[in-house]
């Protein structure tokens, strides 16, 4: 009770605090990013053009590069390195490492937003952190992959630029067994909340895709129902069920991740103008929204 009113108090402050608009900085806004986190399992690291030789046993990627994902001079990419390079597919070869990687939504996503918003986003930044093969768990916060994508994020910050969006898509590793399946909605809830409270960003633009394929037929639609059932602020859903898949009855195609792409580009432009304000952000107005997350966090676990 006692932390519920000290955290009341700070909201009050935090309103009444005066409110003074940050000069641009004309050098530094030349060069400033609209970055977008990718982050999930194989079909958000993308494994479209992916094929097996049933012959030899080698799984090679055709090497097919769709228009709608080709390079873009405004497109970038956070490379294993932590340097911004021109992105090109596929988008998670340094990142997705030991795995043969394909197309995936990321590039289509990016050319979709610039073809739509291209003077008020700028130029874009992908952060490539999804990982095949993974359950949710492996995501949970504290966890290598939680650390490393909150890091990856961070680091694409220090030159300029605001983090838009997190793109998610991940949950077929979760559909091989009942217990995942069951916790999973509690599991992503819990992970939506600690991505934006160590970004620093209670009300972050989420968009995470609901699942087209999966182990289990009947686990599947129990992720699938915990997916579309986010009720949170600023979190949108986009569902895959449907999108052609490869022959392994598990992976997008080519052309399917290229219409993914678009599908979360939609999803995004839903978000604006709010999401990118031409307004000043300013401290206080941050720190409402902030301890405002504080709040309902302490009420829901009380």
């Excluded at 970038?76 to 043969?100: M, Q, S, Y």
């Excluded at 949970?140 to 994020?153: H, V």
């Amino acid at each position: 009770m006692l932390l519920f009113v000290l955290v009341l108090s700070l909201v009050a402050q935090a309103c009444s605090a005066p409110t003074t608009a940050q000069q641009p900085n004309q050098k530094t806004d030349q060069h400033v990013k609209s970055i977008f986190i990718l982050a999930g399992q194989s079909n958000m690291a993308g494994r479209g053009g992916v094929v097996n030789d049933t012959t030899t046993g080698i799984i090679t990627w055709d090497g097919v590069v769709p228009p709608k994902c080709r390079p873009n001079p405004s497109v970038f990419r956070l490379d294993a390195n932590l340097r911004w390079v021109k992105a090109r597919e596929p988008l998670h070869a340094d990142i997705d490492v030991g795995k043969t990687n394909g197309i995936g939504p990321g590039m289509a996503f990016a050319n979709a937003v610039l073809a739509n918003h291209s003077s008020t986003v700028g130029r874009i930044g992908l952060v490539p952190c999804a990982i095949g093969g993974t359950n949710i768990t492996q995501w949970a916060r504290g966890s290598f992959l939680y650390n490393q994508m909150i890091g990856r994020a961070k680091v694409s910050l220090q030159n300029g630029g605001s983090i838009r969006a997190l793109l998610w898509y991940q949950g077929e590793s979760d559909t091989a067994r009942r217990e995942d399946a069951r916790s999973y909605k509690n599991r992503l809830e819990t992970f939506l909340g600690d991505v934006r409270l160590d970004l620093q960003s209670p009300d972050l633009p989420i968009i995470q895709v609901a699942l087209a394929s999966g182990e289990e037929a009947s686990l599947i639609e129990i992720v699938r129902e915990a997916q579309l059932g986010v009720d949170f602020l600023n979190v949108r859903t986009v569902d895959a069920k449907g999108l052609p898949l490869e022959p392994d009855g598990l992976h997008l195609t080519t052309p399917a991740q290229v219409q993914l792409g678009k599908m979360l580009a939609d999803a995004y432009l839903q978000f604006l103008p709010s999401a990118i304000s031409h307004a000043p952000v300013t401290y206080p107005n941050y720190i409402f929204h902030f301890l405002l997350y504080l709040v309902l966090k302490v009420l829901t676990t009380s």
